[in-house]
């Protein structure tokens, strides 16, 4: 696996295997790599014969400085599974190489209602600094397709909405999300649970199966109603449970969504200071 850190050296790599006719996949991350990150180079692996990988925490997506501070750097073990997972090329840049100009000043990207409800809500910015990281590697690595989780309902939404917005030449591949023998969706943050609520956890999974189960038979408001109230008395602080229908790319709240829409149930919760997100698709597809 070649390791890259410098925006140039990797672009110049990148070029000579676009000579030669080669497909490029890209998995951008944070790092802290578990299985479901490793699940989007194996799908990139299978599409494209090139798979970059880039670790890069990104610090203008942070709304809560603490998170950032807190969030958990493991590369020496990532290289060994990139490399394991056969990623041919990392792109590991420091903050320098990725915001030149500083981190404060940017330019704004228009994502409409999309970037102020739900995770928007409660992470003021966060979206404004994923679509101004994800510009940056997209403008750098060129890739063909790019691999994203649907772990991250949301994010996904606002980068389809960048791809179109800026009208870039790549194709969004959203991945399934992988889970824990008991539900919980793989996450990096996970290992900062203790033992009594890593358990705990796997409530959001019974949750969202329960959600799944009664829909189409309970209105939505009354089943989002109910999951808060659950999370609750299991000990979480949960932020949101929505059940969501996607129109035109943005996102509505309808009890009776008609068929031919993809609807989804999102969640956010705490738990022992961690915040979790999940999600599953009811009905359609992202
Ligand atoms: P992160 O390192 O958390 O920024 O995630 C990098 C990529 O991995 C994003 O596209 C995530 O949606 C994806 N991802 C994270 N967790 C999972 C999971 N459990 N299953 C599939 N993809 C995931």
Redesign the pocket.
């Known amino acids: 696996m070649y390791l890259f850190k410098r925006r140039n050296d990797l672009r110049h790599h990148l070029e000579q295997a676009k000579l030669k006719g080669q497909t490029i996949g890209f ?6 790599l ?1 299985d ?2 490793l ?2 180079v194996a799908a990139a692996k299978e599409k494209c014969d090139i798979v970059v990988c880039s670790i890069f925490v990104n610090p203008t997506q942070f709304n809560d400085p603490k998170d950032f501070e807190k969030y958990p750097i493991t590369i020496e073990q990532d290289i060994v599974k990139l490399t394991d997972a056969g990623t041919d090329v990392l792109f590991l840049p420091s903050v320098a190489e990725m915001y030149p100009e500083g981190l404060a000043s940017g330019k704004h990207y228009d994502f409409g209602n999309l970037e102020k409800v739900l995770e928007g809500e409660f992470r003021a910015g966060h979206f404004q600094g994923v679509g101004r990281v994800v510009h940056k590697l997209l403008d750098i690595v060129m890739p063909h397709q790019l ?6 309902f949301q ?1 996904c939404l606002i980068i389809k909405e960048l791809i179109h917005l800026l009208a870039l030449p790549v194709q969004l591949v959203v ?5 824990e023998a008991d539900g919980l ?4 943050r996970n290992v900062r649970l203790n033992a009594a609520h890593r358990q705990q956890a796997t409530d959001i999974f019974k949750v969202l199966t329960a959600i799944r189960d009664q829909f189409g038979k309970v209105p939505n408001s009354t089943l989002s109603k109910e999951a808060m109230t659950q999370l609750k008395k299991d000990g979480f602080e949960p932020e949101y449970v929505e059940i969501i229908t996607l129109r035109n790319g943005q996102v509505t709240r309808e009890d009776a969504p008609s068929a031919d829409k993809t609807v989804a149930v999102v969640l956010a919760a705490w738990l022992g200071g961690v915040r979790l997100i999940d999600n599953m698709i009811l009905q359609g597809q992202l």
């Not at 991945?175 to 889970?179: A, L, Q, S, V």
């Open positions: 998995v951008p991350t944070m790092g802290a578990h479901g990150h699940s989007l691999f994203m989780g649907q772990k991250d994010q991945c399934p999300t992988r889970r969706a793989m996450s990096s």
